[in-house]
């Protein structure tokens, strides 16, 4: 009986000993850390979208900036004019830096009196004085005689100063091709809003044919032609009296 009891203090004390052993052994949990708030919000808290970054244009393509550089440099060209749609009716275009002369088909050409085909103009100045110079002398028989016009009504845009409204910037090469004989690069670009495409002269970067609208039909467009296109050869006896 003695021996029962002594036998079961022994193992009560055991297991009291083991018990506070793993007890002591067990690690604490650590505390919890705080975790960033997802991009993908909570309905309390909206999802965080990060700034839209919209891609800067203004690039100029270098092909194309060296056509716009020669075309801009022009200051001594003729150019021949097949735009019928204007008046007066241009067809004919001499520069020489500030100095131009216009030759004008005018359907009233037997009009004695009332006649002029030959426009000279100073842009600096802005003067517009016209002249009869037609050899016909029913047409011109007074070929002295001046009219003095309205430089701003008379003025029309040489393929340099169409040049100098497009931006090359928006400018984007479509392809090559030989137009009148002449090797140019077609061009896209934008006028007030409307599509441009433009052919500009390898040779000298001025346009030799333009035509604005979105229409497939070309009769909506506006078409502006310059053909015979001379660089350096207009002598200052052409554009003055």
């Known amino acids: 009986m003695v021996n029962s009891m002594k036998k079961m203090l022994v193992l009560l004390i055991f297991l009291f000993i083991m018990g506070g052993i793993v007890s002591c052994g067990k ?11 997802s991009q993908a919000g909570s309905p ?36 021949s004019r097949n735009t019928l749609h204007e008046k007066p009716i241009v067809i004919k275009i001499y520069v020489r830096n500030n100095l131009q002369k216009y030759v004008l088909y005018n359907e009233n050409r037997y009009n004695a009196g009332d006649y002029y085909d030959a426009v000279y103009l100073d842009t600096v100045k802005k003067t517009a004085i016209a ?28 393929p340099v100063d169409w040049l100098k409204e497009f931006d090359p910037s928006t400018a984007t090469i479509i392809s090559s091709e030989t137009l009148n004989g002449r090797p140019s690069t077609v061009v896209s670009t934008v006028y007030k809003g409307e599509p441009v495409k433009m052919w500009l002269d390898n040779y000298s970067g001025i346009p030799i044919r333009i035509e604005i609208g979105a229409s497939e039909f070309m009769q909506d467009k506006d078409v502006y032609v310059f053909d015979e ?6 002598r200052e006896s052409e554009v003055t009296r």
């Open 27 to 37: 690690s604490e949990t650590p505390p919890t850390q705080p975790t960033a708030p």
């Open 44 to 79: 309390d808290q909206p999802a965080i979208t990060p700034p839209i970054q919209v891609p800067t244009t203004g690039k100029v393509d270098m092909a194309v900036k060296k056509l716009f550089d020669k075309g801009l440099s022009a200051t001594n060209f003729y150019v």
């Open 131 to 158: 002249y009869c110079e037609d050899k016909n002398s029913v047409a011109c028989p007074e070929r002295a005689k001046q009219w003095t016009l309205n430089f701003n009504e008379v003025y029309t845009k040489n």
């Open 229 to 234: 296109v001379e660089v350096k050869g207009v």
